[in-house]
């Protein structure tokens, strides 16, 4: 607690030297002098404290009231939390070659897993969720709201787009399209696939890249799949698994990130992959200048009702009982 107008406590002195001068008159007349000390008999210790009193309220109610003008305070300080941070659109492959279990356990649960650890580490940021197959859309926009954002995430599944192919241009350029207009410092998109582009407005996705990297935003490209054949269960008893070919474009992939900024990744395994976003978060940490702020909180009125109360206890005293003692 701190006072904002401490010279106010001087007024205690005179408060102080009038108390003792008034006690002082008041003990002469309930003690006689001479010792021992013996009440005097005609002056009760009733008419003392009916006396005395109204004299040691008003006291109180003085001694308050001079706190109550010292305009005691309570300062709070702390540090404002950021206002800015980076914008980061996840932009996930959801086809169906997703389902291949070369990485345990399988390619898009892998890729759900570490997106999701990835959301967590990034408390400053707003993200949002793109999913892509033969066509692509926003699946969660951007938030600070890291929560929803797993949540989104969590309902990914190979699929779901219900569209054949791989979009990576439209993917690309649905993710740009929604990111484009933030005032954040920077602004990224994380894209990760595990095949070529095959369909999509714009199959070429290093058109689709140069049109991003004119708005100033980096894209990360991170191929998630084994160098070689991999598995696809099918869920057909007759047919239970088919192969498919290692169909990875790294070079694309590579001019993508390179013309915007960013970095191609290879993943062949779950370690590799949580490997791969925790050197991003890395790459993409933002700074932030320390801001405190200062809360004051008047504490007057602690010290002025009681004293507003006591002068009104001391009124009614004075008018009822005080004035009805013989």
Known sequence: MIFKNPQIFLLFIPLILSVFYVSKNYHYRFFRTNFPLEINPAYSI?????????????FMVL????????????VLKGELPPTEGIDIMLTIDTSLSMTANDINPSRIEAAKNAAKNFVLKRKNDRIGVVVFGGVAYLSCPLTLDHDAVNAFIDRIQAGMTKSDGTAIGDAILVATNH????????????????????????????????????????????????????????????QPYITIEDDLNDEELTKIADITGGKFYRATSSQELDNIYSEIDKLEKTKFDVKYHTEVNDLYNIFLIPAIILAFCIIILEKTYIMTVP
């Open 46 to 58: 009733k008419i003392f404290c009916v006396e005395n009193l109204p004299f040691y309220l008003r």
């Open 179 to 238: 990111i484009k207009k933030s005032k954040a410092k920077s602004k990224i998109i994380i894209l990760l696939t595990d095949g070529r582009s095959n369909t999509g407005i714009v199959q070429d996705p290093v058109t689709a890249a140069k049109l991003t990297s004119e708005f100033s935003i980096k894209i990360y490209t991170i191929g998630t799949a084994s160098k070689g054949p991999a598995q696809i269960y099918t869920g057909n008893p007759l």
């Open 63 to 74: 001694v308050l009231l001079i706190i109550a003008l010292a305009r005691p305070e309570k």
